[in-house]
């Protein structure tokens, strides 16, 4: 059953893959850096920097790790930055050094920081100015012995490296007051580093490349130990499918996703490395006119991001007014993609916005649409090379086509476990090498892959299920409407009932229309009972709605 869709769709569609294609991620970027060498690499905030400057910046770093700090293979150091130059910079120096990457979120809490860096034992972290202040609360709790530290504009070219660092810091006041002793700079470490005294570090597939962290919006997070093979699996499955797309050395792709995310760092900075593209760095996409701005300045030719952020793209009347003749891929991931927002995008565009699906644990891909769909079909694609997929049961049974059930996963991309945590890790892995993702969907005969919502969001009215993805995708059809979320609440009749959350696209927009499209577009269990306008929803950094936020609300209120 697994393999079905390699039957039906072997044309156009990739087989299995070579996933010790190459020895190390390091091999990819080594790759990279000779044959592109003289390409441009990255590009943020009007300075690019080539192939070339990358090798050798990083490996300066990697030295300064190695030579300068006596730091060796295995040691934990952190990322704590947006998308700014200085992170591949540092992220390409860790591994080259041998050391493994522990991505963190610039927004998170003290509380939040300091559990990750005393969970994966981290000995340095590299931190931009902004987040400085949270460190400090709590750098005494954990092993960190240094502190790199970064202003976003450091390696910006002059005069604009001064103009950006006085501008956030003195004009938008958006770095906190902060006292870190003895913290090093980040730009002055690269500067001394000695690339010609940095030995190459023997690094294998099985070696630790990240430890990613995930599941922080449903408790404590937990370290996913991704290995250099997990990385180069999922690197050479994804390239294998958009190969008959993209042309080696002249892709430009978009990326607004933060590149400590799973999707963007795997996508946008491995697979679009290995091919020598120009990856043009976002660093705030939420600030939409300035986003919009950056857009106009490139023939970009690959984009990727979630459904929230097409959605706020779709809404922009300057966005509508740019040149997609370039476009050749766009590739929606993280959260599920919607009807609307696809056909949106497909009508402005004339290119079709491809649905992914993965997670964390599966570095991230499993399964991508074909890249000759044409229009959106509602599923997350088909299982992608060398990939098992299955649906299972809760007693680890695999059901039959078409029935819902849990969706499991298999392949080289699958990550080795939970960091230090062998009992979560049993509660994921089965005993014959499937990952369980906790969502819930079917497949078709053909193959495809359905995802109908998360186990924990499935609300239980009167004993039926219902999918909170389904009343969204439904809701955020309607025209008035700019976003919606869906959630459960006890009810002493039907167990739970539906509650929806809504922000207007138009003001005009009333609980009574809203509720009578429902009814004409809902069957009756599925209707809400209640509908809720706000001005904006809560959001994971990726732009993912937190639905446990509004529930927890929800349920704090009515306890008072």
């Given at each position: ?15 299995e893959?070579?996933a ?29 920097l ?5 090798d ?37 120096g ?19 920081l ?39 504009g ?20 958006m ?20 690339e010609?005294k ?7 597939l ?28 999922n690197?050479v ?17 978009i ?18 490395t ?57 590739l ?9 927002v ?14 992914a699906?993965?997670l ?18 509602g ?69 495809f ?6 186990k ?30 869906a ?72 306890t008072?």
């Open positions: 059953m697994t393999k079905i869709w390699q039957k039906a769709y072997d044309s156009g569609v990739p087989g893959i070579n010790k294609e190459y020895s190390s991620i390091n091999e990819i970027l080594e790759v990279g850096f000779t044959k592109f060498r003289n390409n441009p690499a990255i590009h943020n905030m009007g300075t690019t080539t192939y070339a400057e990358l050798i910046l990083s490996q300066k770093f990697a030295s300064y790790l190695v030579n300068d700090l006596g730091y060796t293979k295995g040691d934990r150091v952190a990322l704590m930055m947006p998308n700014i130059l200085q992170y591949q910079i540092a992220l390409f860790i591994l080259r050094a041998g050391l493994v990457a522990v991505n963190v979120n610039p927004l998170y809490t003290p509380r939040e300091e559990h990750q860096l005393k969970d994966s034992g981290t000995k340095g972290i590299v931190i931009f100015a902004n987040s400085a202040s949270v460190l400090e609360k709590i750098l005494k709790n954990t092993q960190v012995k240094h502190v790199f530290l970064t202003q976003i450091d390696m910006l070219k002059f005069p604009k490296n001064y103009i950006v660092n006085f501008v956030i810091k003195k004009v938008k006041k770095v906190p007051a902060y006292n870190l002793p003895g913290a090093l700079d980040f730009k002055e470490c690269v500067m001394k580093g000695d010609k940095f030995k190459k570090v023997n690094v294998f099985d070696d630790i490349a990240f430890l990613q962290y995930t599941g922080g919006t449903t408790g404590v997070a937990k370290g996913a130990i991704l290995t250099h093979g997990n990385i180069v699996a690197m499955q994804a390239r294998a499918w958009i190969k008959n797309l993209i042309t080696d050395g002249q892709e430009i792709i990326t607004p996703l933060p590149l400590y995310h799973i999707f963007s760092l795997t996508a946008n900075c491995f697979v679009f290995s091919v020598g593209a120009l990856s043009i760095l976002i660093t705030n996409p939420r600030d939409m006119p300035g986003f919009v701005k950056e857009l106009k300045k490139w023939k970009f030719t690959a984009f990727t991001g979630v459904n929230t952020l097409f959605n706020g793209l779709l809404n922009n009347d300057e966005f509508k007014k740019l040149d997609f003749s370039h476009l050749k891929l766009t929606g991931g993280g959260m599920a993609v919607q009807k609307g696809a056909e949106k995008w497909m009508a402005l565009t004339k290119r079709p916005l491809i649905e699906y993965g964390t644990e599966t570095s991230p891909a499993a399964c991508i649409n074909p890249m000759t769909l044409k229009e959106f079909n599923f997350i694609g088909l299982p992608i090379s060398s990939t098992d997929v299955e649906i299972k049961d809760d007693n680890g049974t695999t059901l039959p086509i078409g029935e819902i059930g849990e969706i499991c996963i298999k392949g080289p991309q699958v990550m080795k476990g939970y960091w230090n945590k062998p009992e979560e890790t049993a509660k994921v892995m089965s005993a014959d090498g499937f990952f369980k993702t906790g969502d819930l969907g079917f497949m078709t005969e053909q193959g892959v359905k995802i109908v919502d998360r924990k969001d499935m609300i239980l009215v009167s004993g039926f299920n219902v999918y909170p993805n389904e009343l969204e995708d439904v809701i955020c059809q309607h025209p008035k409407v700019l976003e919606a979320a959630i459960g609440i006890p009810d002493e009749k039907s167990g739970e009932v539906v509650k929806i959350f809504v922000v207007k696209k138009d003001e005009s927009l009333t609980s009574e229309e809203l509720m009578k499209y429902c009814r004409e577009n809902l069957t009756s269990y599925k209707i809400p009972k209640s509908i809720e306008f706000r001005k904006d929803l809560p959001k994971t950094n990726v732009g993912k709605i937190l639905r446990k936020d509004l529930r927890a609300e929800v349920m704090g209120n009515a008072k």
